[in-house]
């Protein structure tokens, strides 16, 4: 059986989740999330395991910085489909303007 995660454990996994974003790894990135939520769970649900409060909030603290990091990869990965998906009806619009004289 395996030993239940510690902090450490949870940090080390969101120094490799936040590698993973930067490297634009997203594979990489969600095996990293299922493993820290995974992992988080067991060591909450643990006896003792809200026992390092400051801990535990200095942790909450970096995952609220690595999800404003996954947001704004979001928003400008959305930006970038809008940006094609507009090139897409100029496109057509010209086509079919040409087409029509």
């Known amino acids: ?8 454990d949870l940090n080390t996994t969101l120094d490799t989740l936040e590698a993973a974003l930067l490297d634009g790894d997203h594979a990489r990135a969600g ?8 992992d988080q769970t067991q060591l909450l649900a643990q006896p003792g395991g809200l026992d390092d409060v400051a801990g535990l909030r200095a942790l909450e603290s970096r995952q609220q910085r690595v999800m404003v990091m996954i947001m704004s990869q979001r928003d400008e990965a959305a930006g970038h489909v809008r940006k094609g998906a507009a090139a897409n009806r100029a496109a057509h619009a010209y086509l079919t303007a040409e087409s029509l004289s």
């Open 1 to 8: 059986m395996a030993a239940a995660p510690t902090l450490a």
């Open 31 to 38: 095996t990293c999330l299922d493993t820290l939520h995974a």
